[in-house]
């Protein structure tokens, strides 16, 4: 992650779009719950297939690269939602733990300045058919020990994470 988003999260003073539905939906010493929601109007197989493509629809203030297009994601368990970085480098921003093509997938890790805390994360997305489209929503639980009050975080987490949310929703606005 960037110096200036590190210190945004630190700070707390993170402002960014949202998809419809976004909360924190618990919080405590020990961690917290993000949960978030959207409808789209593409097949639950569209929004898989979106949804696998990171550099598609990821902002890239939110990379180390500063560029989405070094994002990717091996959908598969063990697969890797990874970033190149130069002159050889990378990042593993989480690790795939279940993969139920055009239904859910759940991955593990502590997103952009969460990994420099002694925390572990699950991000289990699922993509539900209904009337007109697919509810995608996405559920970020993150639980350890973190300098940060995770008070002051979660809101923040909510935020960065709604923002790719409703970026991917954009993506899918074609369908």
């Not at 978030?36 to 929004?47: E, G, K, S, W």
Request: proline share 7%; with cysteine.
């Amino acid at each position: 992650m960037r110096r200036a988003l590190a210190a945004a999260v630190l700070a707390g003073a993170a402002l960014v779009a949202a998809p419809a539905r976004a909360e924190v939906a618990a919080v405590s010493d020990a961690g917290f719950v993000v949960h978030l929601t959207t409808d789209v109007t593409a097949t639950p197989a569209q929004a898989w297939a979106a949804l696998v493509v990171p550099a598609q629809w990821w902002d890239g203030e939110h990379t180390y690269s500063g560029d989405p297009a070094n994002l990717t994601l091996d959908p598969h368990p063990g697969g890797c939602f990874c970033e190149r970085l130069p002159r050889g480098g990378g990042v593993e921003h989480m690790r795939v733990l279940y993969a139920a093509p055009g239904k859910a997938l759940r991955l593990s890790g502590a997103l952009g300045p969460l990994q420099s805390e002694a925390l572990t994360g699950t991000l289990t997305i699922t993509l539900t058919p209904k009337a007109g489209g697919t509810q995608i929503a996405w559920d970020y639980v993150v639980g350890g020990y973190m300098r940060p009050k995770p008070a002051a975080i979660a809101p923040v987490v909510d935020r960065v994470l709604a923002e790719q949310l409703g970026r991917l929703k954009a993506r899918l606005a074609r369908f």
